[in-house]
């Protein structure tokens, strides 16, 4: 039986376990190396985005196809992004594996080099900027602040596919204070991948960027035991973040 490929919404909505599960099911029905790459680059900026720990997923088989599958314009082309996958001499195994020279992997990162600071693990948003969003994005009476359980933050994006028609894309539990300059750089990212389609029309071409926006929402239920239930749900799940 044939294995689907992920879609944007299997890889930005999904569980870290189940997502890591979905993508080693397909990468050994399927062998496809270069779309698992891909599925990895949209991964390190969902990462970017989002207070919900995704750094690092599927590391061994990130690790596996650089260190040992034939190289490709691919892996030369997106490597770089993924430089903290490797410890100092495995980095430079798959540096000397991809590059005939110091000199020609210069060349071909140079231009992305200054990016990939924003996809790096250590400067991904954590589950204590909730804490900051919570205190820095009120302005109404103090007295009358809801719950921090009950907000929601989200990033929606507009991008336009291959032949101009605009489609949305929704980043759940986002980092809404992130600099407009980096949100910028991230979203470009996904504009360099294939995996997007719809009827063999690549999805995400170009960042509507005027028309992406950060949100913040706050959740009641009307039945205080749904409510209730509500709150002990969230407390739970933020606590896992």
């Given at each position: 039986?044939?294995?689907?490929?992920?879609?944007?919404?299997?890889?930005?909505?999904?569980?870290?376990?189940?997502?890591?599960?979905?993508?080693?099911?397909?990468?050994?029905?399927t062998q496809d190396s270069e779309s698992v790459i891909e599925y990895g680059m949209a991964i390190?900026?969902?990462?970017?985005?989002?207070?919900?720990?995704?750094?690092?997923?599927?590391?061994?088989?990130?690790?596996?196809?650089?260190?040992?599958?034939?190289?490709?314009?691919?892996?030369?082309?997106?490597?770089?992004?993924?430089?903290?996958?490797?410890?100092?001499?495995?980095?430079?195994?798959?540096?000397?594996?991809?590059?005939?020279?110091?000199?020609?992997?210069?060349?071909?990162?140079?231009?992305?080099?200054?990016?990939?600071?924003?996809?790096?693990?250590?400067?991904?948003?954590?589950?204590?900027?909730?804490?900051?969003?919570?205190?820095?994005?009120?302005?109404?009476?103090?007295?009358?602040?809801?719950?921090?359980?009950?907000?929601?933050?989200?990033?929606?994006?507009?991008?336009?596919?291959?032949?101009?028609?605009?489609?949305?894309?929704?980043?759940?539990?986002?980092?809404?204070?992130?600099?407009?300059?980096?949100?910028?750089?991230?979203?470009?990212?996904?504009?360099?991948?294939?995996?997007?389609?719809?009827?063999?029309?690549?999805?995400?071409?170009?960042?509507?960027?005027?028309?992406?926006?950060?949100?913040?929402?706050?959740?009641?239920?009307?039945?205080?035991?749904?409510?209730?239930?509500?709150?002990?749900?969230?407390?739970?799940?933020?606590?896992?973040?």
């Amino acid at each position: 039986m044939a294995v689907k490929a992920l879609n944007e919404r299997q890889l930005f909505r999904m569980k870290r376990v189940n997502l890591e599960k979905r993508i080693q099911q397909y990468y050994s029905k399927t062998q496809d190396s270069e779309s698992v790459i891909e599925y990895g680059m949209a991964i390190l900026v969902f990462n970017a985005i989002t207070m919900t720990n995704y750094s690092f997923v599927c590391k061994d088989l990130i690790q596996e196809i650089f260190l040992t599958k034939e190289p490709t314009d691919k892996m030369r082309e997106f490597c770089l992004y993924f430089y903290d996958f490797f410890d100092y001499n495995e980095w430079e195994n798959v540096r000397d594996r991809l590059f005939k020279s110091r000199a020609e992997f210069s060349e071909r990162t140079r231009r992305i080099r200054p990016e990939t600071k924003y996809v790096r693990a250590a400067s991904a948003p954590t589950n204590k900027k909730r804490d900051w969003l919570y205190e820095n994005y009120w302005v109404d009476d103090e007295k009358n602040r809801p719950e921090k359980e009950r907000y929601g933050y989200e990033y929606h994006t507009v991008f336009r596919d291959e032949h101009g028609k605009k489609h949305k894309l929704k980043f759940q539990n986002a980092d809404i204070s992130i600099p407009r300059k980096k949100l910028l750089v991230l979203l470009e990212i996904l504009t360099k991948l294939t995996i997007f389609e719809e009827n063999g029309v690549r999805k995400f071409a170009e960042v509507v960027f005027p028309e992406c926006r950060g949100t913040r929402k706050t959740t009641y239920y009307v039945d205080e035991a749904d409510d209730t239930a509500f709150l002990q749900r969230m407390r739970h799940e933020i606590e896992k973040l």
